[in-house]
């Protein structure tokens, strides 16, 4: 099956539309109103239309913390973890049952580790720092493993030594690492529990998916060129590495169940093709993450419920279809658990009204943060959402871009977004989905200092309450980097 892939998760769809607008984007009825799909559970707008989280107005938080800053849903973050874990997990009840793994990559601190290991979900690692993370908050070691296609030899010690018991399992990338992880586990008189990742030949994007026989990428062992039957049969004959089971990992912001359906079966062709020439049915089968999430109206995410329902009868089928026991599996949503936890408030510094070559006009407004704090519209084309957040706009709405302080054309915040046609300086502006490879990615360019993250959760008098979980850089954490004696 082969389907043409965009290489842009937006790319095809930025044709003009109207007046300079993508097709896309619709000509809102009332531009201060809010999509909830696109905000946490806690976020509403007041007839005033002043944003807020948990009752507690962006206002506040503005004034308290100063901005940018990421602002955090607690309760909305420990509810999409806990439905991966409950809800994806049911149907998996009478199977072999689910485990999930929080990809830690998407957003990761010490509070959000607790907040994993609270709700009952184990930790997906992918370095030393991510892992000293999970040791800074005593996350058990069968709980977390970890990732990564060229693990340092440090980093593969400090794992199989993780709190003395080592960590629940590695995930195994290459001939080189089999060889690696065996070596150190034998050194320290240990048997290591692990994974193969396995290159299936699917990569997902977005609604599009291509399948092929072949992978040029960096990633796992090649399923087509028989790598990873071949890392099986060396893993089986080490005594230090204890096989658990296959890993397929096949993209991000993925929107149904029928990539990981050709992923699944292909991985269970290997998976009962081991049982049968080694005698050995593998308990552990992980299929990875990438459930993607509404950035803006044109995405429709499936929810946990669906997407566990839609997994598990593939996994069904394909295991009654290859004559085996469906395996205990897992999986590591990142995005679908973090991303829309968290939405961005930005004060606007200038607006700037452009003429369109097409015809039209543009606002271009300039925030005091940028691709700095947000770097997936930069490197990938990503679409996001914006509204005014301090006050409910006067005027009818105008096309806009939000554009960061950044000495770079391409330093674009929201691409194409309407917003009231009296934003003004001072207004302040709230992008949603930015929990999830914003502050993950974030840099110091131009020496800005990167935001704060401000957690929101019911106070004792049930109106939202803000703390910092990660406080703002400041330009002394900056220059102590810059040695000058
Ligand atoms: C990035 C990654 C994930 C998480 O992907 P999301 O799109 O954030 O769900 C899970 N597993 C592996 C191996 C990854 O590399």
């Known amino acids: 099956m082969v389907k043409v892939m965009r290489t842009h998760e937006a790319g095809a769809l930025h044709s003009d539309g109207y007046g300079g607008a993508p097709q896309w984007l619709p000509y809102p009825p009332d531009v201060n109103a809010l999509l909830p ?7 509403a707008k007041g007839d005033d239309g002043v944003l807020t989280v948990r009752g507690l107005p962006v206002t506040d938080i503005a004034k308290e913390f100063g901005t940018p800053a990421y602002v955090l849903d607690e309760d909305d973050f ?3 973890a806990r439905a991966f874990r409950v809800d994806f997990g049911a149907p998996f009840a009478d199977l072999g049952g689910l485990s999930v793994y929080y990809a830690g990559k998407a957003f990761l601190c010490a509070q959000v580790a607790r907040w994993v290991l609270e709700e009952g979900l184990n930790l997906d690692v992918c370095s030393g720092g991510e892992l000293a993370v999970a040791e800074r908050v005593g996350f058990p070691g069968e709980r977390i493993e970890l990732h990564g296609n060229n693990k340092s030899a440090a980093e593969i010690e400090a794992a199989v030594t993780y709190r003395g018991t080592g960590v629940g399992r590695i995930v195994l990338d290459s001939f080189d690492e089999i060889e690696r992880v065996a070596q150190a586990a034998g050194r320290l008189g240990i048997v290591v ?3 193969i990742r396995v290159t299936v030949g699917v990569e997902a994007h977005t609604h599009e ?3 092929t026989a072949h992978e040029d990428q960096k990633f796992g062992f090649s399923l087509a060129g028989r790598h990873a039957a071949k890392a099986v049969a060396q893993i089986l004959a080490c005594a230090e590495l204890d096989l658990r089971g296959l890993h397929s990992h096949i993209g991000s912001q993925i929107f149904d169940t029928a990539a990981f359906e050709v992923a699944a079966r292909r991985v269970l062709g290997l998976h009962s093709e081991v049982a049968a020439e080694h005698g050995r049915a593998l308990p552990e089968l992980c299929l990875g993450g990438g459930f993607g999430i509404a950035y803006t109206s044109e995405n429709t995410p499936l929810g946990p419920r669906e997407l566990g329902d839609g997994l598990a009868s593939i996994l069904r089928r394909e295991c009654a279809a290859e004559g085996i ?9 990142g995005r679908a658990i973090a991303g829309p936890s968290t939405f ?3 004060e606007v ?3 700037k009204d452009v003429e369109l070559d097409g015809g039209g006009r543009r606002a271009y407004v300039s925030v005091d943060g940028g691709m700095s704090d947000n770097v997936r519209t930069a490197l990938y084309g990503a679409d996001y959402s914006v509204t005014m957040a301090n006050r409910a706009g006067a005027g ?3 096309l806009s871009r939000v554009v960061g302080k950044h000495c770079e054309s391409g330093d674009v915040v929201v691409m194409d977004e309407y917003l009231p046609s009296d934003v003004r300086p001072g207004d302040l502006i709230a992008v949603p989905g930015t929990g999830a490879y914003c502050r993950a990615l974030s840099s110091q360019y131009n020496h800005v200092p990167r935001p704060p993250v401000v957690a929101v959760r019911p106070g004792p008098d049930g109106r939202g309450q803000a703390r910092l979980i990660v406080r703002r850089e400041s330009i002394e954490d900056i220059l102590g980097l810059d040695l000058d004696d």
């Open 396 to 398: 009818t709405p105008m």
């Open 78 to 80: 420990r509810a999409r």
């Open 193 to 195: 529990p692990v994974m």
């Open 349 to 351: 510094g200038t607006v």
């Open 344 to 346: 961005t408030i930005y």
């Open 325 to 333: 026991d469906v395996p205990a599996v897992s999986i590591e949503p």
């Open 209 to 211: 998916f291509i399948a």
């Open 37 to 43: 799909i696109l905000w946490p559970a806690g976020v």
